[in-house]
């Protein structure tokens, strides 16, 4: 066998065991068991809590200035949300943490930078996480778990320090595959700008410059509007999922079938989630 041969060999090799690893990273954990005693203090994260009051408030005036959007902001609009829906649901979720399918490289770049516009933690802080969710679902070491109430897994797992267990777990998860990837560690690298570019000023710049609109408009709506539903919707996958809706496959799991919640984050179900 040529050198070239035992390289691709290799090669190969390592990329089946990357695979391995990461489908065994999200497969739940019924070893787990939560430390009994004192729970832990629940810390207020004061800064996040002001950004999304100033966020959901200005998202409320986005609303207002809808009737003065002309047409063509409101399909620019519609366009800003299904790409930042799809940065999350075929990127983040099923592409980078699931490995539910392979996309070429161009397509992994248009899931990257709409995972950018989504601005949801980068790809790789998110596939973590959610990996985490899966291994250890509706636990303490669950990110947003679900038995923790409506408010704590839609939005308040984000206002408060993450529980120990969370830390604990998501630090022992290998994530090679993650790591090995260019353009998930390039978004990481860049995350900060290239969300400040793709969420928010070109959003609010195409209007702008190409047909005219308000700069205040392009800001409300294609920008804090646009990403605030886009926020609620993928959130409504770890809060309304899991209690309201029909369990058609399973019963004694939470995780349920809601035709609201799929529409809204584009085709996401909480048994897909799960």
Same mark, same amino acid.
Not at 130 to 135: A, E, I, S
Not at 230 to 253: C, E, F, Q
């Given at each position: ?29 019924? %070893?787990?068991? $939560? ?9 207020? +994260?004061?800064?996040?809590? @002001? ?8 998202? /409320?005036?986005?609303? #207002?200035? @809808? ?14 949300? *299904? ?23 161009? *397509? ?23 990996? #985490?969710?899966?291994?250890?679902? $509706? %636990? ?14 839609? @939005?308040?797992? *984000? ?18 595959? /993650?790591?090995?990837? =260019?353009? +998930? ?15 928010? *000023? ?24 646009? &990403?605030? #539903? ?6 409504? #996958? ?10 058609? &496959?399973? =019963?004694?799991?939470?995780?349920? $079938? ?17």
């Amino acid at each position: 066998m040529t050198a070239t041969r035992i390289h691709h060999a290799d090669k190969q090799q390592n990329g089946d065991a990357m695979a391995e690893t990461s489908t065994v990273e999200d497969v739940f954990d019924d %070893t787990y068991r $939560e430390k009994e005693g004192k729970k832990p203090p629940r810390i207020l +994260v004061w800064r996040n809590i @002001i950004l999304m009051c100033l966020l959901h408030i200005g998202a /409320l005036y986005g609303l #207002v200035l @809808i009737p003065s959007a002309s047409w063509l902001t409101l399909g620019w609009t519609a366009l800003c949300y *299904l790409m930042s829906a799809l940065g999350v649901t075929a990127g983040a979720h099923r592409l980078w943490s699931h490995r539910s399918y392979k996309a070429s490289f161009p *397509l992994r770049v248009f899931l990257a930078l709409a995972n950018s516009m989504a601005f949801q933690n980068d790809i790789y802080e998110w596939s973590r996480d959610h990996r #985490v969710h899966h291994k250890y679902s $509706e %636990t303490d070491a669950d990110p947003h778990n679900a038995k923790r109430g409506f408010f704590f897994s839609h @939005i308040g797992w *984000l206002l408060v320090r993450k529980h120990p267990d969370v830390i604990e777990k998501g630090k022992k998860l290998e994530l090679g595959d /993650l790591k090995v990837d =260019k353009v +998930v560690m390039f978004q990481k690298r860049y995350y900060k700008l290239s969300v400040v570019l793709f969420c928010f *000023l070109i959003p609010m710049l195409v209007p702008w410059y190409v047909w005219g609109e308000s700069l205040a408009v392009g800001y409300f709506v294609p920008g804090l509007l646009r &990403y605030t #539903v886009v926020l609620n919707a993928t959130w409504l #996958v770890n809060s309304a999922a899991h209690m309201w809706g029909n369990r058609p &496959y399973d =019963k004694t799991i939470n995780p349920r $079938e809601n035709p609201f919640v799929a529409i809204s984050a584009i085709g996401e179900h909480s048994l897909f989630i799960f």
